[in-house]
């Protein structure tokens, strides 16, 4: 008489799968990144579209990126770091109409900023890290606080009189253009 052949219940292996992927589905957080936060403007369908803006020259802060990743600041070849670019553009913001080639009052200073399609993600997110650390470190002084401590105000709810306080009559006016399609 033949021997029995071992067998391997496996009746309810597609029960323990199914549980098993229920609980990694279940007990699993997936990191959300934010990406920029860079406040977009309106539609263009909701502006009027018979107003005229007319923003006076010394008023801009022009930087350029092309699909090289060279940059142009204010017409001029810029070979400086990120940091001497943030003192560049805190400088230009907090004139006060005190420089002729600077900022008529903080409320009117825009950053104006145009890339290359060819210009690298990399850069093109270096240069506005520069930028917006320069009102960031301009909120942190008004409130005689480090950067750090100023983000820190910013990420909490129960401090926003501090945040507003900070950010009072220093809009953060970075202007993106829409990129040339040179070099892309």
């Known amino acids: 008489?033949?021997?029995?052949?071992?067998?391997?219940?496996?009746?309810?292996?597609?029960?323990?799968?199914?549980l098993l992927l229920t609980?990694?589905?279940?007990?699993?957080?997936v990191a959300n990144d934010k990406g920029l936060t860079i406040?977009?403007?309106?539609?263009?369908?909701?502006?009027?579209?018979d107003v005229e803006i007319n923003i006076h020259e010394r008023n801009l802060f022009k930087i350029q990126i092309n699909s090289f990743d060279a940059l142009m600041v204010e017409g001029?070849?810029?070979?400086?770091?990120?940091?001497?670019?943030?003192?560049?553009?805190?400088?230009?913001?907090?004139?006060?109409?005190?420089?002729?080639?600077?900022?008529d009052s903080p409320e009117?200073?825009?950053?104006s900023y145009k890339t290359d399609r060819g210009t690298s993600h990399k850069k093109f997110?270096?240069?506005?890290d520069a930028a917006q650390r320069a009102y960031y470190e301009i909120y942190a002084a008004k409130l005689g606080v480090p950067v750090?401590?100023?983000?820190?105000?910013?990420?909490?709810?129960?401090k926003k009189d501090e945040?507003?306080?900070?950010?009072?009559?220093?809009?953060?006016?970075?202007?993106?253009?829409?990129?040339?399609k040179v070099g892309g």
Not at 76 to 103: A, C, W, Y
Not at 108 to 111: D, G, L, N, S, Y
């Open 1 to 18: 008489m033949p021997r029995p052949v071992p067998e391997i219940p496996n009746a309810s292996m597609a029960d323990i799968a199914f």
């Open 23 to 29: 609980f990694f589905l279940v007990t699993t957080t």
């Open 39 to 49: 406040l977009l403007p309106p539609p263009p369908e909701s502006m009027p579209k």
């Open 76 to 103: 001029e070849p810029f070979t400086g770091s990120m940091r001497d670019l943030t003192d560049q553009i805190k400088t230009f913001v907090q004139n006060n109409g005190v420089d002729v080639h600077s900022s």
């Open 108 to 111: 009117k200073a825009i950053v």
């Open 125 to 128: 997110v270096e240069v506005l």
């Open 148 to 158: 750090e401590v100023w983000r820190d105000i910013a990420s909490d709810p129960e």
């Open 163 to 180: 945040y507003n306080k900070s950010r009072e009559g220093i809009p953060m006016n970075i202007s993106i253009a829409e990129p040339t």
